[in-house]
Each structure stands twice: as structure tokens, then as C-alpha cells.
């Protein structure tokens, strides 16, 4: 902030490197069919998971908070689009997230929700746009820490801190097998 007003920027391009598969370090992109793969038990995929991502946001943001309609017809929990491809879903993320944000910057942070889905969440509740932004961060941590692992099931890499790229070799450290 400046004098009183936001200052808005617009995003780097680095983000958008790192999720389409690394800047610079990443020797390949992760596939569509490896997006669109389960590779845990209860079924979701890396896209589901972005799905799931980008549907708390919109719904916190702009339902809870703002009371408004979704923008586009909400799936089911971590239910892919088949006929959008992995980048057109990322877009997609993209703009429902930036959209959700751009409708609640004006608001305070001791703002309340408009629109708080008692059906859904029974008696809990969040109490202010502060309360929100702090669940989504944790909730959004939370899941990126699982696209993580789930990349790992994927294609076998870790991330080597010494040499700052991905480790491409597969099975465990000695010693944990």
C-alpha cells in the first residue's frame, strides 16, 4: 500500500513456469494423462486437487463473503472437466481465484460474511474476511503439500536443496527401505 490506496501489479511469469513444469530446472512437463491420474486412494488426481483448490477459494471469497453465484458450474469435489485440457483447467484456476480476490481487496479485514452455509458447515463458523484469508492459507498449504507428495508418485523425483533441481532417481535414502 501507498497513499492510502492498493497498489496492484500484475503477477510474475514465474508461477505459471513453476506449475507448468519448472523454471529451468524441471527437465520435463508433467503429462496430461499424469494430471488427470489418481494416485491415491481415495481417488483424487493433481488436477482434482486444483479443482478442489479453486472452488474453496471462489466459494469462500465470493459465495461466503460476497454472496454472489458461482461463475462457472461448480463439479463435484475434485471432479476434472474431461473436456478441458490440464492448461485450459489451470487457467481457469488462474482467473476464478483472481476473480475472488479482486471482488473482496476493498473489503476490511474485520469484514463478515454475507452469505455464512449453515447446511454445509453446521455451527462453525468464520467470523471475518481475516478468519477466511487465514483458513484459506492453511487449507491451500495444506494441499499443496499434497500435490507435492503426489507429484513425488508420479515421476519419482525430490527436490535437492544442495543443487536446486529435481532429483530424478527413484527408491528411498539408504538406510529407510
Known sequence: MSGGTHDHQQPSAAPRAVRAGGAGSHPRRTSESELRRPVVQSGWSPLGM?????EGVRGFLDEIMLG?????????DFEVDPC???????ERFEHVTA????????????????????????????????????????????????????????DGA???????TLNRQR????GQD
Request: overall charge negative; some cysteine; proline content about 8%.
Open 68 to 76: 454472489n453465484t458461482p461463475y462457472y458450474p461448480v463439479p463435484g
Open 99 to 154: 476473480s475472488a480476490l479482486e471482488g473482496v481487496v476493498h473489503l476490511p479485514l474485520d469484514a463478515t460474511p454475507t452469505n455464512w452455509p449453515t447446511d454445509i458447515f453446521g455451527a462453525w463458523r468464520l467470523e471475518t474476511l481475516e478468519e477466511v484469508f487465514c483458513h484459506l492459507l492453511g487449507e491451500t498449504s495444506c494441499h499443496l503439500g499434497h500435490l507435492d507428495i503426489a507429484r513425488e508418485l508420479i
Open 50 to 54: 486444483s479443482v478442489h483448490v479453486r
Open 158 to 164: 525430490t527436490w535437492d536443496l544442495e543443487s536446486g
Open 171 to 174: 527408491g528411498l535414502p539408504q
Open 84 to 90: 478441458l485440457s490440464g492448461a485450459e483447467m489451470l
